[in-house]
């Protein structure tokens, strides 16, 4: 039947930011569901406001066959840059847990958003992690959380698993430092004056670049 293909939709929220952690969604959904879906208005988060984003993110687990969600925190992002695994190898490595959970003996079209600009060689590094490909047909492209609604979908639930995440953090530390990315002014203000009352927290990914830049300055200002 038309309706029993399945289709398996991998993205990721929270790959830049200096402040918590990133987030990888699976989504698997039969085309029916994906049409249902689509006409309640999901597509890629960042197309869909706040308010309606928890709405659908709630639909969307109702209706999956399955989903799956990883967390990688900070400490864990700042261990693999430092045992030299790049930001890119450790996506490939986490997407292709999340397709090893949710693959099934059925045929199966995964749609994977590429978080590297070199689509061919990342796919090959991402088949290298998964473990059952006779079954799969697996796409990798740019902008598939736009172009494939279970895609759009995982984009959706780990958006919203990322926000619960900040939301957390905020709650921890009390104080709002916006959405954690370091073109955020609040972000960069928390940064100065919470660094060091938070360092030990395990909130901030020390292996940025922005967090470096904190130090230096800091150190800077104490030689003055």
């Known amino acids: 039947m038309e309706h029993s293909k399945l289709h398996l939709g991998v993205d990721d929220s929270g790959r830049g930011p200096v402040i918590g952690p990133m987030i990888l969604a699976g989504c698997l959904l039969n085309e029916k569901d994906e049409a249902e879906l689509k ?3 999901v597509k890629d988060s960042k197309q869909v406001p706040a308010h309606k984003r928890k709405i659908l993110a709630e639909e969307i687990r109702k209706k999956a066959i399955a989903w799956e969600i990883v967390v990688i ?3 864990e992002i700042d261990a ?3 045992n030299g695994i790049n930001l890119n190898k450790l996506e490939a490595i986490k997407m292709a847990e999340i397709i090893n959970k949710l693959n099934s003996h059925k045929q199966i079209k995964v749609f994977v958003d590429c978080p590297s600009p070199n689509i061919i060689a990342w796919r090959n590094l991402l088949l290298r992690y998964i473990d059952k490909k006779d079954n799969l047909d697996i796409h990798c492209e740019h902008k ?3 172009n494939h609604v279970s895609c759009s979908a995982a984009s959706i639930l780990a958006k919203e698993k990322r926000e619960e995440e900040v939301e957390k953090i905020k709650e921890f530390v009390g104080e709002d430092f916006g959405s954690g990315y370091s ?3 609040t972000t960069i203000k928390f940064i100065k004056e919470y660094y060091s ?3 030990s927290d395990g909130i901030f990914r020390e292996s940025w670049g922005t967090i470096a ?3 230096k300055e800091k150190e800077q200002k104490k030689l003055v």
Do not use: I, S
Request: net charge positive; charged share 40%.
């Open 183 to 185: 073109h955020d002014e």
């Open 213 to 215: 830049n904190h130090k």
């Open 39 to 41: 006409k309640l208005g």
């Open 80 to 82: 693999r840059t430092t």
């Open 144 to 146: 598939a959380d736009v």
């Open 197 to 199: 009352k938070h360092k």
């Open 73 to 75: 925190y900070p400490q």
